[in-house]
Every structure is written in C-alpha cells, then in structure tokens.
C-alpha cells in the first residue's frame, strides 16, 4: 500500500522534473518473477525503476541502510531488504530467490554500490548466481542521466538474459559469462 501510494506521487512529482524518458518497454516480461538489473550512479536509481515499472520491485539495499531503525521500518515497509555485500549473505540470497519462485520482481544494482566508473570488475557474481539457483530471466536496464532537473533522463529496457542458455554450464563459467551480459546490458547505450 505505501509502496504504491509512493510510486503515484513519486510518478507526479519527480518524473516531470527529471523528464524520464523510457526506451524499449516492450522488452518488460508480461509475466512476474524476474530480476531487473540496473547501473546505479544515484540514489535517484530506484525511484526512477519504481516509477517506469507498473510490477512492484523488491529491491536490495546494503545493510548498513538499515542501521537507522526508522529508515529500516520505512525500507522494509516498501519492500526493501538487506544484504551483506562483503560476504555470502545466505538469508538474503535465499530470500531473493524464494521471492523469484513466489513470482515477484526483483531490484539489484549488481555492482553493489554508486559508481560512476564503467568497468566490468564491479559486476559482482551474487546477480547470475541468484538467477541461476531460481532458473529466471534478467531484465537489464541502463539509466543514463545528468540527475539535474529539467535535463531528460533515458532509461533503456533492454532485451532480457535468458538464463535457460546458463543452467547447463559449470556453474563457475555460466556465472562469468552471465556477468559478462549482464554488464553489457546495462551499459549497452554507453558502451556503443
């Protein structure tokens, strides 16, 4: 309820501001249970998805969002969950994929953190193995953006990682070679 009521007024009032220009939605899966993967420069990232997407996204947040415990009541009432990105965070992995198996979408920023150095050793693995354990598509979307108001902001949908051509790889290369599309979905724009 509070993630939609946040998605209409977000839609209202800081869609026009940032004039979100959306490339390629025909490319969004008619069925639920995917994850949406996308570069992060801002923090402004996940209320642009959640404004473009009709499906609400459980997104990923790093744990230490969740240290405040009024922001980690606010997270947790939109559906955000924490994840340890040091290690191997096996309640959030689990988690992630029972929410794919339940249908859901699924938010991750693969290389964990803001950046704004294009360079695929920021890919981290979690994105593919997760796909992988749960058998779902990726969705890989580029956000490309000055986050200034009142310039246009493009957010690309690109086509979708079928992960039916991984699960029968060794899982060490099927998640290398997933990782490698993953990152050139999400800078595909960027990259030429």
């Known amino acids: 309820m509070l993630y939609r ?11 026009p501001i940032f004039r979100l220009r ?3 939605r025909e490319n969004i899966p008619d069925d639920d ?5 996308a570069n992060h420069k801002s923090n402004w990232d996940p209320v642009f998805l ?6 609400k996204i459980k997104f990923m947040g790093k744990k230490e969002l969740f240290e405040n415990k009024f922001l980690a009541v606010f997270l947790r009432s939109i559906g955000v969950f924490p994840i340890d990105r040091e290690g191997r965070d096996l309640k959030s992995l689990k988690n992630s994929i029972k929410l794919l198996k339940d249908g859901k979408v699924l938010g991750i920023f693969p290389e964990g953190t803001r ?3 294009i360079n695929r050793k920021n890919i981290k693995d ?8 749960a058998k779902k598509d990726i969705l890989p979307v580029e956000i490309v953006s000055t986050y200034k108001p009142f310039r246009k902001t493009y957010i690309y949908i690109n086509e979708p990682i079928d ?12 998640m290398v070679k997933m990782s490698d599309e993953i990152f050139n979905g999400i800078y595909k724009k960027q990259l030429g």
């Open 5 to 15: 009521l946040l998605q209409f007024i977000a839609t209202i009032l800081i869609g």
């Open 22 to 24: 959306v490339i390629g």
């Open 33 to 37: 249970g995917y994850i949406l993967c």
């Open 50 to 55: 959640a404004i473009i997407f009709s499906s």
């Open 115 to 117: 950046t704004h150095n």
């Open 126 to 133: 979690g994105v593919a193995y997760i796909a992988i354990k």
């Open 163 to 174: 992960v039916n051509k991984y699960l029968n790889m060794k899982s060490k290369e099927a």
